[in-house]
């Protein structure tokens, strides 16, 4: 692998929106998840990569990988919340330290913005993915419970 040893993760302007579009749809087609495609997803994130609460990490040259986070309030804490959206890197370059850099990075980058907590929303059976988070001090138990957290959604449909 050649290309990420060129450069380490960077932040991705809205510029590079069409490189992030491009890993995203990857990711899900990948995966058999629906996606609008890489035009729809480039226009959509050459806005919210403009703006302070949005982030596009990118590895490689040309990229190979993507974190992807978004940032909110929230009154619990005093800095703001961080979420992981999403966390790809290519089928043929895993296991290479890649996604491990990018999670460095995003730390770095979280504690910057004097955020207070970083969220992941991981499916119960991916456990190569489970033992990647924990590794870098990720947990799905609250301290203090022995109850694992679990995260409900309702997707709205206009
Ligand atoms: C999870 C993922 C981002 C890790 O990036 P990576 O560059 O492969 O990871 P690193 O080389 O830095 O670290 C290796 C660790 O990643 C995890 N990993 C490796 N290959 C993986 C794979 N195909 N799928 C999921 N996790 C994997 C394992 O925990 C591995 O550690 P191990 O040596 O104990 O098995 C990457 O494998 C990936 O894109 N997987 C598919 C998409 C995915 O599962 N994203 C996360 C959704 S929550």
New binding site residues.
């Given amino acids: 692998m050649t290309s990420d040893d060129d450069r380490q993760p960077w932040l991705a302007s809205a510029g590079e929106a069409a490189e992030v579009a491009r890993l995203l749809d990857a990711?899900n087609v990948e995966f058999d998840t629906p996606t609008p495609g890489v035009e729809v997803l480039a226009a959509r994130l050459r806005v919210l990569l403009a703006g302070e609460d949005t982030l596009a990490i990118l590895a490689g040259v040309p990229a190979v990988?993507v974190a992807l986070v978004t940032l909110r309030p929230n009154v619990w804490y005093p800095g703001p919340v961080a979420l992981l959206d999403e966390?790809?890197?290519a089928p043929d370059?895993?296991?290479?330290?890649?996604?491990?850099r990018l999670i460095g990075r995003l730390l770095t980058e979280a504690a910057e913005r004097s955020v207070s907590l970083v969220e992941?929303?991981?499916d119960e059976g991916?456990v190569?993915?489970r033992?990647?988070y924990e590794?870098y001090g990720f947990n799905a138990i609250d301290p203090g419970s022995n109850e694992r957290a679990l995260c409900y959604f309702q997707e709205l449909t206009p």
């Fill in positions: 990711f990988a966390l790809y890197v370059l895993r296991g290479h330290g890649i996604g491990s992941i929303n991981v991916d190569d993915a033992r990647f590794r």
